[in-house]
């Protein structure tokens, strides 16, 4: 069942520790088939050195195991009420890189200080709010919910990431590959905020204008970054 999305979520996965973002087994990537509305998900616990296709774990939109041997991710549930949440996502990645998770420790938003990171997120990087005592009984599922009322965007692709507070990383994309380069992106632009601010108590966020070039030329209707797509949208 789902062997390609299986396929590609072992690569998402291992690109995480390829790129330096995950110590152990800290982290985790997911897709959906929209179709099916089945997820596919990396098991629980499970190091990136001995994972192979059939470990990944196909649940419901609610979290519920379809197929698989192992257990799925402990954050299965935060997983699943971002895809209940919005239909636009097509893989989720989890994360505790340092430099990102450091703003979500200081329940702090990351702040789009320059161009590199208006390429990608169009405005800060929010961070959520801490869960209550009481949420805390359904944790994972309470994280999720929580991201999904920080964003609040109609077009959730506009800031793939949100750090959800006290905690870490959360980033998506169209698919599993791109989601672990939205988050491979937000440790990138976090480590050169925590450095901006350590240079200059000053640092002001980038002008708007600036922002809207940067982000514009990249997305978007006008965008001209890069090679143009064919009609079956491949790079030519």
């Not at 192992?70 to 994360?95: C, E, K, M, N, W």
């Not at 990138?188 to 204008?209: C, D, F, I, N």
């Not at 514009?216 to 143009?228: L, M, N, S, V």
Request: proline fraction near 5%; charge should be negative.
């Amino acid at each position: 069942m789902l062997e390609q999305l299986k396929n590609e979520v072992l690569a998402a996965n291992l690109e995480l520790k390829k790129n330096g973002l995950v110590l152990f087994t800290w982290g985790n990537v997911s897709a959906i088939d929209r179709a099916s509305g089945l997820i596919v998900i990396k098991p629980s616990g499970v190091s990136y050195e001995e994972m192979k296709p059939q470990d990944m774990v196909v649940v419901d939109m609610y979290g519920k195991v379809v197929e698989g041997t192992l257990r799925p991710s402990s954050d299965t549930p935060t997983h699943a009420a971002l895809y209940r949440a919005f239909p636009q996502l097509g893989g989720i990645v989890h994360t505790h890189s340092t430099f990102a998770t450091a703003f979500a420790q200081a329940c702090r938003a990351i702040p789009a200080y320059g161009t590199t990171h208006a390429d990608y997120f169009y405005g800060d990087i929010p961070c959520t709010r801490s869960l209550t005592g009481e949420e805390m009984a359904d944790y994972e599922a309470n994280t999720g919910k929580v991201i999904a009322e920080t964003v609040k965007r109609e077009d959730v692709l506009a800031v793939p990431a949100c750090l959800a507070a006290n905690h870490g990383v959360f980033a998506w994309g169209k698919t599993a590959a791109e989601a672990v380069y939205h988050a491979t992106v937000v440790e990138e632009v976090a480590k050169m905020a925590y450095l901006t601010e350590g240079l200059s108590r000053e640092a002001r966020k980038l002008p708007q204008h600036i922002a809207d070039k940067h982000y514009f030329r990249k997305h978007g209707k006008d965008a001209y970054y890069g090679q143009p797509s064919s009609p079956d949208g491949d790079k030519k």
